[in-house]
Every structure is written in structure tokens, then in C-alpha cells.
């Protein structure tokens, strides 16, 4: 099968809720943001995946006809905070199939400030099982935000594996605020000191407010097409996806009496080493990561999950700084979750972007010479986990 390339890819700058366009505006910005960059028109995609958390059915259709009304087959998607790299996957899919030629994923999401929360009030939890879980594992604090104390415990659980100091948490916000400075896209920019971070209020076991990622709107899309479409229509299209994987749950991931496990460790572990096998590669050969950094937590163990340093190796690759320019690889150059922000449903595809324009050469004052390859990770609760890796042709 013919690997998809990327032909174009578009990205809106995300704002705090209350101070962006409506959803649909949005995502109608970032796709024709990407038609633009692939030199397509919308009466080329064949397809189209829409992907979004927090909108009603068919949200996709009302997105997508305000670029064009063309009887094309519009799939929503939601898979959680993975939603923009699962559309990206089944575009993926689609192209490497033959089904379709050029296909379209983009991903919007308008949010409601503060901590995230179940919506539905009503009905049992759609993670009822993991939350259950959670509470066996580590109880309940009614003080602390829901999401805070599951990615706040995988984080007590490496400090009780491995030692791990607090202050080491915090490093990678001052990392992301440093790397988002050169960032014109991402919502925070601002440089941050470690003792600002430190001293920021406390949510759950090594965590302050400045560790996790502001709830935010936005949209991001890609166009992918086939080798012969790009060549039929004379597009440059220089990046390929390599390999790319998706996991969920395993049984004994939910069984185990382990925060890192019910977060993601292990669906994450499981994709990145079908990636590296399917693409004949290794965490050596990876030039540019962007990763889920939800919370500082979820950045430090996906380190090891993704194989860019041994177990227990986080704290060392981080005071070292082989996590940034000059070191092992470059995470999160565009300022990742914590300082970009996470609009749910375009994460995925603003990950997407960001890597895209570091292989083309085109990221400007954040730009990682010579940069060949780089990862993708995308990770959602309930759970799903996407990872990527895309290549120069």
C-alpha cells in the first residue's frame, strides 16, 4: 500500500473560551487554511472526517457545508482527547486503502472555562469503570479536579517507583512556556520561572495549575492524499505518515492497582512499539516529538512509554535537558498542550501541524535543523491512544 502524505495542513491560533468564533467558524478557518497550504480546492476531498468532543451529532456537516456542499461522505468522530488524531487516522486509513485518493480531517472544539468534568448528569459515566478504579486505587478528594487526581496520581506512582523530586514536574512547564515563545499560534507565550511554577496553586500530588494544560478553542485540519494524486496534480506534499497505530485499554492496564496504567502507560507503550516495528525505526532515529502533556505527569511518563529515555531515566533526561534543542530530541517544540492550550477535538491535528512544518523546514525561530522524523502521540481517557510518525520523502 502507498503511504498517505500530508498535502496541506491548517491551524487557527487557540483562545480562551468566551474569546473565540463559534465552532463552526473556527473549523471552517482551518480547513480552508489547509486547502490553501495543499493547493487544493474543497470539490477535491473525497472524504472528510470531523472530529469533536463537546458539539451535537453532525456538527461536521454544519463545519464542512460552509466551505462546500459537494455529496461528499462527512464522518464525526469522537474518541475523547485523541478525536483529532483518530480522524487523522481513519483519513490515514482511507488514502493507504485505495478507497479514496484526498481525503480531509479536521478537528474544532469550543470549550467551557475551568476544569473539565462529565457533562451528562443523568446517565451512568461513560468511564464509570476507570473512575471506579481510581477511587479504589487512591480514593477521592473533593478538593481536586477529576482529571487532576488521575494524571496527578500516575505522578505519585513514578515519585513512589523512582524518587522522583516535585521540582522535576515543573521543569517541563518552564520548558513548554520557552519552546511556545517562538510559537505565534500558541495561546501562552509568556516565559515562566520554576519557582512561579512551584508556588502556582495546588491540585493533586506533584501538580500545580501551572503544570496543566487551560481548557481552550480552536480547530486545526490536514488534507492526505495518495503518491499518484499528488503527482497527478503536481503537489509537493514532502512529508509521509511512515507508520501509525492506534491502541485502547488492556484488561490487565484496567486490572492492575496502577494510576499509570488507568491514564495510558500502557495503551501508549503498545502503539509506539507497533510503530517503531511497522516503520523499521527506533526512538534514536526521532528528531521531533509532540506529546499528549495534558499535565506535566502525563509528559514525563510518556517519555519512557515512547521509549525516548529508560524506565526511570525521566528525571536525568529532563535536568539535562536531552528533552529540548541540543538534546536527544526536541518535545513539544510548538509548546504542547500546557502553553499551545487543548481544544479536545483539534489537538490531534494541531500536533499534526506543528510536525509537518518542522519536517518541511518551515517552523521558522522554533525550527530543529535537519529535522527528518518526528512522533506524534495523542492520548484520550476511556481510552484511546494514537501515535504517529511522519517522515520527509
Not at 481536586?144 to 505522578?155: K, R, T
Not at 515543573?170 to 515562566?192: E, Q, Y
Not at 534543542?325 to 479536545?344: E, F, M, Q, R
Request: proline share 4%.
Amino acid at each position: 500500500m502507498a503511504k498517505a502524505r500530508i498535502a496541506g495542513v491548517g491551524m487557527i491560533p487557540f483562545a480562551k473560551p468566551g474569546q473565540s468564533a463559534d465552532w463552526d467558524v473556527m473549523a471552517e478557518h482551518a480547513i480552508r487554511l489547509a486547502l490553501a497550504d495543499a493547493g487544493l480546492h474543497y470539490a477535491d476531498i473525497q472524504q472528510a472526517y470531523a472530529g469533536y468532543v463537546y458539539a451535537d451529532s453532525t456538527a461536521g456537516q454544519s463545519a464542512l457545508y460552509r466551505v462546500g456542499c459537494t455529496g461528499v461522505p462527512i464522518f464525526n468522530v469522537n474518541n475523547n482527547c485523541s478525536t483529532g488524531s483518530t480522524a487523522l487516522y481513519l483519513a490515514r486509513e482511507m488514502v493507504e486503502s485505495g478507497v479514496a485518493d484526498c481525503v480531509l480531517a479536521v478537528g474544532f472544539e469550543q470549550m467551557m472555562p475551568g476544569a473539565l468534568g462529565m457533562v451528562f448528569q443523568d446517565r451512568k459515566r461513560t468511564l464509570d469503570h476507570h473512575l471506579t478504579r481510581q477511587v479504589e486505587i487512591q480514593g477521592w478528594d473533593e478538593t481536586a479536579p477529576l482529571v487532576a487526581q488521575q494524571f496527578g496520581g500516575a505522578g505519585v506512582e513514578y515519585q513512589q517507583r523512582f524518587g522522583t523530586a516535585d521540582e522535576v514536574f515543573g521543569m517541563i512547564s518552564v520548558k513548554a512556556r520557552r519552546h511556545a515563545a517562538n510559537n505565534p499560534l500558541a495561546m501562552l507565550r509568556a516565559t515562566i520561572t520554576l519557582d512561579e511554577v512551584m508556588q502556582s496553586p495546588h491540585l493533586y500530588g506533584p501538580l500545580t495549575r501551572y503544570q496543566a494544560c487551560p481548557p481552550t478553542c480552536g480547530a486545526a485540519a490536514a488534507v492526505l492524499v495518495s503518491p499518484a494524486f499528488a503527482g497527478k496534480h503536481g503537489l509537493a506534499a514532502p512529508v509521509e505518515i511512515v507508520a501509525q497505530a492506534m491502541t485502547t485499554d488492556y484488561a490487565e492496564s484496567l486490572a492492575r492497582r496502577s494510576m499509570m496504567s488507568l491514564v495510558g502507560y500502557d495503551m501508549t507503550r503498545a502503539a509506539a512499539c507497533q510503530v517503531y516495528e511497522r516503520a523499521g525505526l527506533g526512538a534514536d532515529d526521532i528528531d521531533v516529538v509532540e506529546l499528549h502533556d495534558c499535565f506535566t505527569s502525563n509528559e514525563l511518563i510518556s517519555y519512557e512509554a515512547l521509549g525516548l529515555c529508560s524506565e526511570g531515566g525521566a528525571e536525568a533526561y529532563i535536568r539535562d535537558g536531552r528533552n529540548s534543542y541540543g538534546g536527544d530530541h526536541v518535545t513539544n517544540p510548538s509548546g504542547g498542550l500546557l502553553s499551545k492550550g487543548h481544544p479536545l477535538g483539534a489537538t490531534g491535528l494541531a500536533q499534526c501541524h506543528e510536525l509537518i512544518h518542522q519536517l518541511r523546514g518551515t517552523a521558522g525561530a522554533r525550527q530543529i535543523d535537519g529535522a527528518r522524523f518526528g512522533l506524534q502521540h495523542n492520548l484520550g481517557l476511556g481510552g484511546a491512544c494514537v501515535v504517529t510518525l511522519y517522515g520527509r520523502v
